[in-house]
T-cell receptor
Framework: GENVEQHPSTLSVQEGDSAVIKCTYS??????FPWYKQELGKRPQLIID?????GEKKDQRIAVTLNKTAKHFSLHITETQPEDSAVYFC???????????FGKGTRLSVIA | EAQVTQNPRYLITVTGKKLTVTCSQN?????MSWYRQDPGLGLRQIYY???????DKGDVPEGYKVSRKEKRNFPLILESPSPNQTSLYFC?????????????FGQGTRLTVV
């Protein structure tokens, strides 16, 4: 089955700097890669996703890149703000009868 | 309002006393799943369901049961809870893998087994 590795497990950045979180996946048939943000005490919520027919997607300060050949995808947050502090999860899914698989998460701390 | 509803939000129980955590979604989603979240271990999948009457084991199914008799409900059953099942549990639903759409999470259930 699918295996998703996520790095780093913790990340601290100064406010205004950029943050990058990287994930690799094992199943070459995976074609959907969402990113979730979980604030303290809250449920995970989708912040951005990318499909395998696209190499990059942006939404304001957030961008995701996908390299299908290397089977890795990354989340980029620019101009970080204290409210970006949270746990971020990447995930991978293929279109067969397989489950959505998550990475172990990255705890991002933005220091003011 | 589109949502996934879990109940209860908090539960303290004793070892061996059967319990059920309910999960209901109102979005006509085919895919539903249960996860447990423990510090440093991320979201580990317990069971998932592709549709009514179709359930499969995830990564950590031991000690848990599920059922999917109706599309909207996917209860998680602990027949004989043990302290190592103390955790934060999330239910999630989505249209389905073939449609690759957003998974919506419930509010979470914090379970303590003493």
């Amino acid at each position: 089955g699918e295996n998703v590795e996520q790095h780093p497990s913790t990340l601290s950045v100064q406010e205004g700097d950029s943050a990058v979180i990287k994930c690799t996946y094992s199943d070459s048939a995976s074609n959907y890669f969402p990113w979730y943000k979980q604030e303290l005490g809250k449920r995970p919520q989708l912040i951005i996703d990318i499909r395998s027919n696209v190499g990059e997607k942006k939404d304001q300060r957030i961008a995701v890149t996908l390299n299908k050949t290397a089977k890795h995808f990354s989340l980029h947050i620019t101009e970080t703000q204290p409210e970006d502090s949270a746990v971020y999860f990447c995930a991978a899914w293929n279109s067969g009868n397989t489950p959505l698989v998550f990475g172990k998460g990255t705890r991002l701390s933005v220091i003011a | 309002e589109a949502q996934v509803t879990q109940n209860p939000r908090y539960l303290i129980t004793v070892t061996g006393k059967k319990l059920t955590v309910t999960c209901s979604q109102n979005m006509n989603h085919e895919y539903m799943s249960w996860y447990r979240q423990d510090p440093g271990l991320g979201l580990r999948q317990i069971y998932y369901s592709m549709n009514v009457e179709v359930t499969d084991k995830g990564d950590v199914p031991e000690g848990y049961k599920v059922s999917r008799k109706e599309k909207r409900n996917f209860p998680l059953i602990l027949e004989s809870p043990s302290p190592n099942q103390t955790s934060l549990y999330f239910c999630a639903s989505s249209l389905g893998p073939g449609l690759n759409t957003e998974a919506f999470f419930g509010q979470g259930t914090r379970l303590t087994v003493v």
